[in-house]
Structures are given as C-alpha cells and as structure tokens.
C-alpha cells in the first residue's frame, strides 16, 4: 500500500470510469482478472476476520441503492450500487457503482474508483475462483445463458482460470449474442451459438446463467441438467429473482457467498431457510469439501458480497503507482490546527 | 433541481473542500447557515416520508467509520463519516465526511461533495432550528462550552436564526477559546471568556455544549442549571460519550432526532429506555408542543441524523449552478449500448 504514504492525506485518489479502462487495458483483461481472483482468494482465506453485514438497502418502485461496507481492521471498505432494470430501455446503465477505500486507524479514504467496470471484473473473477474448486476437473466447455454487460467477463475469467475454450451461447435476444461474438471472436474461443438454453447445455461441464430479468424466470429447467456439471448462476440476485427450478437446487450441493444474504437473495430463496449450504470461503480454507464426485452437480448461488469488491479496490489501488491511472480529489477539509476549521475557511476569502 | 437536466448522466458533479468554501464565502457563512436551516426546516416537516435507518458504523479500537444514507422517495442521500478522536494529536481531523446525492428513479449519483464543512455547517444549522422552537423568547446570551471545531459555526447559526449577541465561552484549553475570540471578535458578538463552565452559564438563556472527549464526561453538573433554560447538547454522540449529569436529564423536557439513535448515542443513553422523549418533527409541525412554560429545561439532545446531512446536501446542490463551483467527474460508465460494457473497453484501446 505504497499510496498510504501519499503526503496531502486531504488529497484522495480518483478512478475514473477512463482511467478503470486505460488500466485494464494496460495490464490484460485476462491479466487483470487473475489479479482480482488472487486478490479474492487471499480475502476468502481470511473471511472470518472481516466484519461482515447484509448488505443496507433502499428499495424503491422502480429499482434499489445499496451500500456494501466491509473492513478487516486495517481497510474499510465500501461500495455503492444502483439495480434499476427499467434503465436498459432508457439507454441507461441497470447497475452502476463506485467505491471507497479508507484507513481504519484514522478514517481517512484513501481511494475513490469508479465501480461499474470493476464490478463487472469481481463478479467474473468470483465465479472463476469458485468454479476453481468446484467445477469438474479439466472443464474445456461451458455454456452462457444470457449474453448481456457481464457475459464476456465470465468467459474470458473462466479462460484464463480454469482454461475453458470452448463456449455455447444462448439468449433470447440474437443481438446480444451477435455482440458477444463480434467482441470474444478473436480471443481464441471455439463459440458456438445456440437456438435454445436446451441446447446450450448440451456437452457444457459449466452452465452459466446470467440473465437480467427482475422476477422468477425459469432460464435452466430440472429436465435440462445432468449429472456432473457446475452451475454457476448469477443472475439471481435480489429478492424475488431467480433463474433456476428449484427441482435443480434440491439435486445440487449448494455454495454461497455469505449465507444471510443468499438466503433473501439467491436461488436458495426458493427453498427453506434450514436448506443445507457451503460457505465459499470453508471450501477455499480446505474446511469443507468442494467437489467429491464426479456425478455431483455443483452450484454456486451468487449474488455478490461487499469482500469481493473489497478485494477488487485492494487490486486496484496497487495498480495506481505503476500505472499512474488516477486523479487527485481535494476531498478532505484539512486545517493546519484540527480545531480551527472555521479559520481555514475566512483564510480562504479573497483579499480586497 | 436544475442539474437534474445535467446532458451526460454519466458525468458527476463534485464539490470539492476549495469548491466549498468559495460557495459559503461567496454566499456568506451566516446567509448559508440560514439557508441551511430552511432546507432543513423543510425536510423536518415532510419527516414522515423519508426512508430512515440508524447509521450503518463500523467499529473499531481508534474510532468508527459510518454510513447514514435516508431517501425521500425522489432524491436518495448519503454520508461518509469517520470519528476518530485520536487523530487530532497526529495534526489529523477527528472527522472527515463527504456525500452523495442520487436520484431515486435510475440510481445515478447527481452529487458528490465534500462534507467536513458542510457537516458543522448543517449541525450548527440544526441546533438553531430546534432552538428556534424551544428555547426562551427574547434569548440574547449564549454559553458556549468547548470552543473547538463546531463552535463558531454554533455562534453564527444562533446569531443569524435566534438574534443571540452575547458569548459566555469556557474550554478546558484556553488556547480554544483564544481562536475562537480571534476568528469572531469582528462579527458583532459581546464575548465573556470564562474561567470554568459554572461561570460561563451565568445569566445565559442558551447553554451548548460542544466538548470533544469520547468519555463520559459531566461538563454540566446538577447543580449548574437553573429553571428556564435551553441546553443545546452536541458532544454527547456516541456510545460512552456524555456530557451531562443525569439529574438535568431528569428535570429537562428531552428533544430528539430520531429516537432509536439518540437512545444509543445522545444524552438519554443514560436514562431508561422508555424515558419519555419528544421528536423534533413534531414540534416543527406542531403535532407536540415545544416550550410551554418560562421555567421550563429544555434539551436538544443531539446526535446528527441523515435526513440533516441530505437536507445540507439538497442546498449545495441547488447553489452550484449559480456559483459554478464543482468540478464534473467522469463516475459512471455509460456505453452506448448499455449491454456492451466489454465493447466500450476494448474500444477505449489505443489503435497502433
């Protein structure tokens, strides 16, 4: 944490929505997304010391804002995120965010960053880590239902996890998928696309459902999935929105991110609130089992956690000596003497 | 709300601390505290309507970090804030904030400023509201005790919204007391310093207390209040942390924020839970009576709640267009096609 030095503590450090790209572009995207995941693998393995809190939420008719805080005693984190679906017809974002860094010991930010994009590489990386240890070994294929803002991310980070090359699109909207394609076609995927999520799960080790709709949809039906794949279900992330027949979650050995969101959240929202699940983070600390047959189905309910994106901002901060990608904020009121804030200000007049 | 209109939604406006200071000199401090106090007026008399929760504080051994977010169904706001009374001894603030506005209709941030001023401006501007509804008729004398950070703000408030002319000041440090009488010497105040906080509340109509110890402190004993007073109690804000002896509490008429708060962090942590409390909302909009009687105590026991920090917000943000001061933040990633999110990326990339 180089930029703790940083003289002016007044001055914060700012990620723009064009420095997040210039420094993902400069490092790699796949580059960037086994950063993230080592970064969230490092905060998986010391869970149990982050003080963790569902997330605060204001719900309104058309959508929600959230805050996601987290520390682990030296860092305080947080990030703010907007779910509102009716944007897309606007021409609008349905998710943005931002984020914050601070110094637990003084309470001073020490980072501000966009959020949007970054969330879009954690929420990827998070997938890949679980898949890591989860999914069957030696996976090469997986299918992606649901081809929207967050569906390249999840190839390109299961690539360059888990090494898969071989993708089955599906959407019900062509578009998306023609998109996906033009923006993956060069990056060494064999792509085939797909006339129904049937279809798309044909042959794939990994099924991947990320599709946007706010209610309960049915994107995998029970009769769709065999034995011996990973589901890696995403979409379902708010209450009252769900991608998958709960015929599936009572076959499937269950693993969450932090079970009192999940349960509200999640796929598992379809089932009882005693319903048997693994924490993400045991598995990854070897205190749990992953996967133990090669006949099991394994899924990952994930809805996203205020760590991870803790983990996100951590990677991003180291980033910002090498790459230089950010600007000064003159956030923070300093006054030479603490208790003369109101010096500071007359000393600010201009003089006549 | 003219920046609602603002052409790239993606594109925030920021004020930053120079921003802030240039708009409360260019607008006066005094003409801002009661610009303030009418905002917050406004909102105290919609309060029913507002999404409230008690902030969301992340402890730890050297001081907390909160959020306090609220929404009035339209405008969603929120606060950074940290407390950390060691810091004044490293020459560091011992709070630091800084806010956002969004709009509750597609979750964009509108707003981002710095609040360490705004912050003592809008507790300053609470106090005198509520003082404005219960203390004395006719109040010209003021006591004031603990001459740090907030106090002129104090002073100005009451001055600007009550007429108050006279300052009766006592700090444990007369180095606070001496700043304070430099920074408002020429601001049409009659000042007392004081040798102890008895002296100081001698024949003034209004006692603040205004100390910074994280302690239980009594900076007022029993003994000190006489009848027909107001006290204006902003120190005690946070668990442990006192001011006051209980027996005044006991023969006071207590006011409030908002009780589930004020419970945990103000004064009235020393009394029963189910000591009897009046809300300010209530004494704004005439639903409870505020002072009945000459002889009466009356105590605001405050502590800050969100919906003051989106009050002080919503007039900052209705000052930027006329004073131009904040700067635009590129915040929000916003692709042409809110589905491509990967495609904006990839085409930020230089072309070789």
């Known amino acids: 944490m180089s930029l703790q030095d940083h003289k002016n503590l007044n001055i914060v450090p700012f990620v723009s929505v064009d420095h997040m790209m210039k420094i993902v572009l400069e490092i790699g995207v796949e580059e960037a997304l086994v950063g993230i995941t080592e970064y969230l693998e490092e905060d998986f393995r010391r869970w ?27 860092i305080y984190g947080f990030k703010y995120v907007n779910g509102h679906p009716k944007n897309t017809k606007d021409g609008l974002q349905t998710v943005t965010a931002f984020g914050v860094l601070s110094d637990v010991h003084t ?3 020490v980072l501000l960053s966009e959020m949007t994009i970054l969330t879009a590489f954690r929420t990827a990386a998070t997938s ?6 989860l999914a069957p070994k030696n996976s090469e294929c997986m299918a992606i239902i649901g081809n929207g803002a ?3 991310f999840q190839a ?4 360059a996890i888990l090494g898969i090359k071989k993708l089955r699109l599906y959407d019900i909207d062509p578009v998306a998928t023609k998109k996906f ?14 006339d129904s999520a049937e279809q798309a799960v044909q042959g794939a080790q990994i099924v991947t459902t990320v599709t946007a709709d706010k209610q309960c949809a049915t994107i995998l039906t029970d009769n769709m999935v065999g034995a011996g794949i990973h589901i890696n279900a995403i979409g379902g992330d708010c209450p009252g929105k769900t991608e998958l027949a709960a015929g599936i979650l009572e076959r499937s050995d269950v693993f969450v991110e932090f079970p009192a969101q999940t349960r509200i959240e999640g796929e598992i929202q379809q089932l009882d609130a005693d319903h048997p699940i693994t924490e993400l983070w045991q598995v990854i600390t070897g205190q749990a089992k992953g996967r133990t047959d090669p006949r099991q189905i394994t899924l990952f309910d994930s809805v996203g956690f205020a760590v991870e994106d803790f983990s996100a901002l951590r990677y991003i901060r180291d980033q910002l000596e090498a790459t230089g990608q950010y600007q000064d904020l003159d956030m ?3 006054p030479d003497e603490p208790r003369d804030l109101f010096g500071m200000i007359m000393r600010a007049a201009p003089v006549h």
């Open 150 to 152: 967050q569906s390249e």
């Open 332 to 334: 923070l009121a300093d």
């Open 107 to 109: 309470g001073y930010p």
């Open 128 to 133: 890949a880590l679980a898949a890591k240890y």
């Open 48 to 74: 149990k010391l982050f003080d963790k809190t569902p997330r605060v939420a204001s719900h309104s008719h058309e959508g929600v804002i959230e805050l996601m805080p987290t520390s682990d005693g030296d």
């Open 156 to 159: 390109l980070a299961f690539k």
């Open 181 to 194: 394609v033009f923006n993956l076609e060069s990056k060494g995927f064999e792509i085939t696309v797909c």
